[in-house]
Structure formats: C-alpha cells, structure tokens
C-alpha cells in the first residue's frame, strides 16, 4: 500500500492524543518499557523452550548500510598487536578501538533523539541536549536492560514477496493479517514488537547503501495507535528509520519518530536482522520469544548500539 498525504496538524493530533505524557510520573525518563514489569519478565523468560539463540545484530565493520557524511559504519583498529611489545615470561598482549557512530549498526534510538516544539518526551525542554549530550531522556535511562516477550510479525512474508518496496506503507490491517497468517499470535502489554519488511535482505543482495538509506518501507502513522492500543514496550525492525520513507507528510520529516519516541516515549531499534530468526518461526510456527537487547551504558547518549538476541 503507498501512502495517503496527511498534514501537520493530523500528525499534531494523533501525537496529543497518544501521548503518554506524565503516565509514569512527571520525573519519568524510560516511557514504554515501564510496561515491562517483573511478572511480564518472568512469564517471557518461560518462552526459552529450546535454547537455540538467534543473534539479531548486524556486524560492527565496514561492510554496513552506512554510506558516510552524517553517520560512518564502525572503523576497527588495532593499538597492539603484541609484535613490539615482549613481557617477562614471553607473554604478549593485543588490544584494540573502535571508531563509530552510535546509530552506526543495530541500535536503539533514547527518547532524547527526536523532539518537536522545543519538548522531548514528558516535557522536558529539548535545550537539555547540548554537545555534552543530553540531560533527560538517555539511553542510560534503560541501563536496567530491555528484555521480554519478542513478538515477529513477518510483513514482507504476508505479501508473498522476499521485500516491500521503498515507499511501501504498513498499515494496522497488515500487523493484524500477519498475526491471523502467523496462527494468531498476539501482541499485547509490555511486549516488544519486531516487524520484517525484508529491506535488510534486500541490503544483502544488492549492497547499495545509498538505496537502503534513501526510502524505505515502513510502519504508517495509523501504526502508532495500534501500538498504543496494545501497550507495545519497544519496536524493532530490520529497516533504518522503522517508518515509512518517503513520508505521508509532505512538509514533515520523520513524523512516526516524533509521535512514538517524543509523544508516547516509545524506544526505537533499528537496523536489526531477522532472516534466521524469520525462517525458524516460519519452520516451527512458534513467532514468541525472549528478547534482549540492553544498550551500552553510554552516559548522556541519544542512542547506543546493540546486540539483540532472541531466544526460543
């Protein structure tokens, strides 16, 4: 489905009236994964019935989507090597650095990353992120980890394609359709929703960076009250922004970002690979899971790269 326009003032109002704006407080700086409680926790981890791990993320090389100038794919050097250096005993030591992006690679995006109208998520004033970082809002916030029942709900395999095409649409009606085609799985309180749209296999196949970045198939604005109906925790997804690219408003960029990350306090991941993991669901119709994926405790960050696993 390609977009129908929608103006400013339809994405204002679907922002004011799913706001989750002092739900959990005037002080709260986490948003949705509140909805992750301790007994949700338990009943995820009795999803592991198998032990078999499906790593979600995407390499930390030069081989990403990034294709430069805002954001770089992560450059490994090495400082050591242990040819120069020789300790008593004859031992040797290697050592190492990364140089990267924080939304280089699979991520997730904090609640301090977008904001509109000079307020981020909960109120607090967007002035609060300087270049020391930001002030609320974190990804530090979520160092308690982000973990849970996983739910995926394969959109490309709902179309009977291997992707959605850029500019493609998600609509409620196709999140609904996958969970009826996948034997009704549900996606309910404090869950965390992965979705696939096969744009990283597309990635895979083709390796033109500027195409991946440049559109993009993606949830809908009408996505956003489906979620908020559902008190979805975190959305995941193997595409770069979550949302459809281009948008459906015309003189608005990133209007899904803005109402689930600033508006409902909605974490975002991104970049994420769900091919294994798909064609396992697909093989032994089981599409729950245990999710993880804590970001790094990076202080003051507006986002952090992640590991996500699933494990069933």
């Excluded at 509109?116 to 809002?137: E, I, K, L, Q, S």
């Excluded at 991104?270 to 599409?287: M, N």
Aim: hydrophobic share 40%.
């Amino acid at each position: 489905m390609t977009q129908q326009p929608t103006t400013i003032e339809d994405f204002r109002a679907l922002g004011a009236r799913l706001s989750n704006w002092g739900r959990w407080g005037p002080d709260d700086q986490r948003g949705t994964t509140n909805l992750i409680t301790p007994e949700r926790l338990v009943a995820a981890a009795g999803l592991v019935r198998r032990g078999r791990v499906f790593d979600l993320g995407i390499p930390l090389d030069e081989n990403g989507p990034q294709p430069g100038g805002g954001r770089i794919n992560p450059v490994h050097l090495m400082s050591e090597t242990g040819a120069e250096q020789v300790f008593p005993g004859g031992f040797r030591f290697a050592d190492d650095y990364i140089f990267m992006a924080l939304q280089g690679s699979s991520q997730w995006d904090a609640l301090s990353h977008v904001y509109y109208d000079d307020r981020m998520y909960n109120g607090f004033p967007a002035g609060g992120v300087t270049v020391r970082g930001a002030a609320h809002c974190a990804i530090d916030q979520q160092s308690a980890g982000i973990a849970g029942r996983g739910v995926l709900l394969d959109i490309a395999a709902l179309k009977g394609v291997d992707w959605l095409e850029a500019g493609t649409v998600i609509t409620p009606e196709d999140l609904d359709e996958a969970a009826k085609r996948q034997g009704g799985v549900e996606v309910g309180p404090g869950d965390i929703l992965l979705f696939r749209t096969g744009w990283r296999r597309k990635f895979l196949r083709d390796g033109d960076r500027t195409a991946f970045m440049a559109g993009e198939p993606g949830l809908g604005q009408a996505c956003c009250a489906w979620l908020r109906d559902r008190d979805v925790a975190a959305v995941c997804s193997d595409n770069w922004a979550i949302e459809v690219l281009p948008g459906e408003t015309p003189d608005a960029l990133l209007t899904v970002h803005m109402v689930l990350i600033r508006d409902m306090g909605m974490t975002l991941g991104e970049i994420l690979d769900f091919e294994e993991l798909a064609a396992d669901c697909e093989s032994d119709g089981v599409w729950e899971f245990f999710f993880v994926a804590p970001p790094l405790k990076v202080s003051r960050a507006v986002a952090s790269p992640i590991n996500p696993l699933a494990i069933k």
